[in-house]
């Protein structure tokens, strides 16, 4: 799923949404033509200056650039092609070439015009709805709805629209239908959910078309570049201050859904181990008042409801990533996370008679180095025999922090090198020559470990100082600036302008000590881990515009250790260990469950019985491995999913094993020392 064809906010820091107008839209002539503001030309031509002068992918605004950034807005502008006519699109293919132009110039009429004539059709296709909701319904086909069209065609005709919308009309009633709605509250919800839609077409501005057009040209540079309107700016400073109050969620809007883009560390999404990136919130609720169907919503009024005073509570009914319909009620306590939140973690855990140390860094928060010093200063004192660093779903934070966090377990020498758009390098190293500790390491990392997670675990491999085990890292190895676009005299030339935003750009790209980049590779690890199972792919590999891997020279450095050796053997007794590991055997089953439905596990059938069954298994298949995880522990088992103990914990299998894997390495090494 590529996020650069989705809006992305912050969910603790959005202001209080829009005033709904009371008014029933009924005529495509009462939704406002939408037209550039007086500043929008200056903007442009300002980020367009900055883009081309000091973007580190250095690219040409001509002709071919322009027609990419034409299909990039019109995915934008229709993701799932369910809303445009294929002749729509036909009849600006030939301005599609010229959105550089507008864009150098700030004169952007082809993308208000199309922005326009979505906002018609988008129009056209719910009313179309509200007159399917009073058809019946037969659920007792073999109809499916493909619920992920963006790489298909745009409909050739309205006919064609309208099967594409009879489906999705079943669908969203089906859905509703599976959560033990009757029929009357079925039409209800979805004739007040598509009527709402309709009245926020209503609600769209000008800065709305700004944002887009500016996102579709920044995104196709690369994922990490983007415009940043004035409200948005403000949103960042404020997460910038570390200051946030809710729950701690980045979200996306993937077509009429509110999607969990990325959960901040210490936050109450995150510690609530309840929800997933990838998971759909389609209802929030406040406290004493019913769950509100929010399906369709825009996002800043979503954010507007779970958004609230910090102890207060907040009920988000979510749907599963996945195919999965079966939607459960979650509630959560709004907290304002700070910096001490995302602090480093320690525990001791028992192999045997040996001790493993862990340390959870969920962020590289400044201070973070001081912190870990700490810690191990702990460990010691309680002689665990290897340490575990835990960077899972870490998803970066200061560089300074990665390499004097590296220096902790080195004697010093480079770090990262960094390489800017003129091709010069610096080196940022260790210069302390003390180290903190110097026995067995194992660094665990995922997917969802990213950036200066990913300096730390490269830099730890290529010294042979750490053992890396678990899943391919995700491959962010950029650097972005952020600038603002407001100029000091703007407020005395033309006060009447309101503040013009901000951009974040890639201006330099991060190589390990041994050359080769962390961009889209990631960090490969020495033991890898079963990939577990997610429905949303992962990874800058996955961005189709990604900066490209590439390399420049080693930097001198000087090995402190050499695990490869020992790699073989611990390979066998890891392999041999998870493979009488219920839980291991858990994900492998589920693995392959997930790669035999991967080509259709974007169709979705529209049978009540078909689905009622899918429902049924998942959740019998839930339950007996709970029921086989307590029964191990000598607990009674469960008659039900709904007797489970709200403060049961799911088990970490990675986490077990890589203290397992830990010890391993720990003996090993003290045979090496004693031969």
Do not use: C
């Not at 250095?58 to 027609?67: G, I, N, R, V, Y």
């Not at 069209?149 to 594409?164: F, G, H, M, V, Y």
């Not at 169709?603 to 689905?611: D, P």
């Amino acid at each position: 799923m590529n996020n650069f064809f989705k809006t992305t906010v912050i969910a603790a820091l959005l202001f209080t949404g829009h005033v709904f107008a009371a008014d029933a839209i009924t005529r495509a002539e009462q939704i406002p033509q939408l037209h550039q503001e007086p500043q929008h030309a200056t903007v442009s031509e300002r980020v367009t200056s900055r883009f081309t002068r000091s973007h580190y992918r250095q690219f040409d605004l001509d002709k071919d650039f322009s027609a990419k950034i034409f299909a990039r807005y019109l995915n934008l502008l229709d993701y799932n092609h369910n809303v445009l006519l294929a002749s729509d699109v036909a009849q600006y293919n030939t301005k599609k070439t010229t959105l550089g132009d507008e864009l150098k110039s700030g004169q952007l009429d082809v993308f208000y015009d199309l922005y326009n004539l979505a906002q018609k059709r988008r129009f056209e296709r719910y009313q179309y709805a509200l007159t399917v909701l009073n058809k019946p319904m037969n659920f007792s086909g073999h109809d499916t709805i493909d619920i992920d069209r963006s790489k298909a065609p745009w409909p050739q005709t309205t006919a064609e629209l309208n099967q594409l919308w009879d489906a999705k009309v079943k669908y969203d009633e089906l859905s509703l239908k599976l959560t033990g709605k009757e029929e009357k509250e079925i039409r209800e919800v979805l004739t007040k959910r598509y009527q709402f839609a309709i009245r926020r077409l209503a609600q769209s501005n000008s800065e709305d078309v700004f944002q887009l057009a500016m996102t579709a040209f920044a995104r196709e540079i690369d994922p990490h570049t983007s415009y940043l309107s004035p409200r948005n700016t403000d949103q960042f400073n404020t997460e910038m201050s570390l200051s946030l109050e809710g729950i701690g969620a980045v979200l996306q809007m993937d077509d009429d859904y509110t999607v969990i883009n990325s959960m901040v560390a210490g936050g109450p999404a995150a510690k609530s181990k309840a929800i997933t990136v990838g998971d759909r919130i389609v209802g929030v609720g406040q406290p004493g008042k019913p769950v509100q169907d929010v399906i369709g919503w825009r996002l800043d009024d979503v954010v507007a409801q779970i958004k609230g005073p910090k102890g207060s509570k907040v009920r988000l009914e979510i749907l599963p990533a996945g195919k999965g319909t079966k939607t459960r009620i979650i509630t959560l306590t709004r907290e304002k996370i700070r910096l001490e939140d995302r602090a480093v973690k320690m525990s001791v855990h028992n192999v045997g008679k040996e001790k493993v140390g862990v340390l959870d860094i969920p962020g590289f928060y400044v201070g973070l180095t001081d912190d870990v010093k700490v810690q191990l200063q702990k460990l010691q004192k309680q002689n665990v025999d290897s340490v575990v660093i835990d960077l899972r779903t870490n998803g970066g934070g200061a560089l300074t922090e990665a390499v004097s966090l590296s220096g902790l377990f080195i004697p010093g020498g480079p770090v990262v090198q960094v390489r800017d758009n003129n091709g010069k390098v610096r080196q940022d190293s260790d210069t302390d020559s003390m180290v903190y500790y110097k026995g067995p390491l194992v660094v665990l990392v995922d997917r969802f470990s990213a950036s200066a997670s990913e300096i730390f675990a490269a830099a730890m491999q290529d010294y042979g100082r750490a053992l890396i085990v678990g899943e391919p890292t995700f491959g962010k190895g950029t650097v972005q600036q952020y600038r603002s676009l407001n100029r000091i005299y703007d407020q005395m030339l033309r006060p009447e302008w309101p503040a013009l935003g901000s951009i974040t750009y890639t201006i330099q790209k991060f190589y390990r000590v041994n050359g080769g980049s962390t961009q889209r590779k990631g960090v490969t690890p020495d033991l890898l881990m079963p990939t577990g199972v997610e429905a949303v792919e992962t990874g800058e590999k996955f961005e189709d515009n990604a900066l490209p891997w590439d390399s420049i020279d080693a930097a001198a450095y000087t090995k402190t250790g050499d695990v490869k050796p020992l790699i073989p053997q611990l390979l066998k007794t890891h392999q041999d260990r998870i493979a009488k590991d219920m839980e291991f055997q858990y994900i492998l089953k589920d693995i392959a469950r997930f790669n035999a439905m991967k080509d259709k596990r974007n169709i979705i059938s529209l049978n009540l019985a078909e689905r009622e069954k899918e429902n049924h298994e998942d959740d019998a298949l839930r339950l007996e491995r709970i029921n086989a995880r307590l029964k191990l522990e000598g607990k009674k088992p469960l008659a039900k999913l709904e007797d489970l103990p709200k403060d049961y914990k799911e088990p970490d299998p990675y986490l077990d094993e890589t203290v397992k894997i830990a010890n391993d390495l720990a003996q090993l090494e003290k045979n090496q020392s004693t031969k």
